[in-house]
């Protein structure tokens, strides 16, 4: 989300915020859903990535390092959708707390082959607001599905009925929820 996308949500005050989320909670609950909340420290969509793929959010540098060499390396694709100086972007976007936006997350989902879904917590629980679709052959994996509160902030949506992590590691013969 760019920051002109921010400017058009008022902000809301606390109370009508910790409804909102309430509220948000609630509708996913009723799918058997969680919100899985991660620091609000700028990694926050790369912990959220590194929650459902290796298990443990603090593994975000791992997924921010992943990300932004993938973007170098398809710079021939992603320069297209970067309005400053491309090595400038990369060089920021690599920085501990710097925010990831909708190209960094086109490129976790072709990184993991795993489908992204962005679920706004203005929205109905259902329908994501945004859907990444990773362009790698095969079929994707178990589609990540995040969490966006407003101001640049991601949590992780987890469905404890379905064992996700490690898809998406090319990981011969591992089958998430066997261990």
């Known amino acids: 989300v760019s920051s002109e996308d921010e400017l058009d949500q008022p902000r809301l005050h606390h109370a ?3 409804e909102l989320e309430r509220r948000f909670a609630e509708k996913l609950a009723s799918r058997g859903l969680h919100i899985r ?16 793929v290796y298990g443990d959010a603090e593994m975000h540098d ?30 920021r976007k690599r920085r501990d ?57 991601y949590n992780v949506i987890v469905d404890p009925q379905k064992a996700d992590v490690g898809e998406g590691l090319g990981v011969p013969g591992l089958h998430p929820g066997l261990a």
């Open 16 to 18: 009508e915020q910790a």
């Open 37 to 52: 909340r991660m620091a609000e420290d700028g990694n926050c969509l790369f912990r959220s990535v590194s929650d459902r």
């Open 97 to 153: 707390a710097a925010f990831g936006n909708h190209l960094e997350i086109q490129a976790l989902s072709e990184i993991y082959n795993r489908p992204v879904q962005v679920f706004d917590v203005r929205g109905d629980g259902e329908t994501p607001m945004n859907a990444f679709a990773a362009s790698t052959e095969g079929e994707g994996g178990a589609p990540l599905r995040l969490s966006y509160h407003g101001r640049s902030h």
């Open 62 to 91: 791992v997924v921010r390092r992943l990300c932004l060499d993938h973007i170098e390396r398809e710079r021939d694709h992603f320069s297209q959708y970067v309005t400053q100086d491309f090595a400038a972007y990369v060089a």
